[in-house]
């Protein structure tokens, strides 16, 4: 059993999700409201995310837009957490989520792991980005 994310954009899912495949790689699939079967005349021609899954490492994260015209209140109380294979590979990660985002928690030294900061990226994804863990003391 797994608990993979889901989390909502607000008409940007397609570029933030183009932008996590080439941050973590993996390969990313994509269906819109317009090619849903007997979708509404409200999403006919609708270019805006229905339903995507990054798949990454044997993990998936998934996400849509919200529908065309209903209002959202994307990622307010959800973050992502990724533990990065080393220190400076969580570094290159945090950096580039924080670019034209909002830094949280700079990415530092704590007690449980050599780097861990959080951030809010340019799509409104809360992320934590962790070193590898390690034992206190």
């Known amino acids: ?6 989390i909502h954009f607000q008409g940007n899912a397609r570029a933030a999700l183009e932008a996590y495949r080439d941050l973590f ?9 317009a090619q849903m079967p007997e979708a509404p005349a409200e999403m006919q021609g609708s270019d805006l995310i229905l339903h995507a899954t990054l798949r990454v490492g044997g993990r998936s994260l998934m996400a849509s837009d919200f529908p065309p015209g209903m209002a959202g209140d994307p990622q307010k109380a959800v973050s992502i957490s990724h533990e990065a294979a080393s220190e400076a590979e ?3 990660i945090f950096a580039a989520l924080s670019e034209g985002g909002a830094v949280i928690m700079e990415f530092q030294p704590t007690f449980w792991s050599d ?17 590898p863990w390690r034992q206190p003391g």
């Open 1 to 6: 059993m797994s608990f993979d994310p889901y």
């Open 25 to 33: 790689g993996g390969t990313l699939e994509m269906m819109t409201y």
């Open 90 to 92: 969580a570094r290159r």
């Open 115 to 131: 780097g861990f900061g959080m951030v809010k990226d340019r799509f409104g994804t809360h992320w934590m980005i962790s070193s």
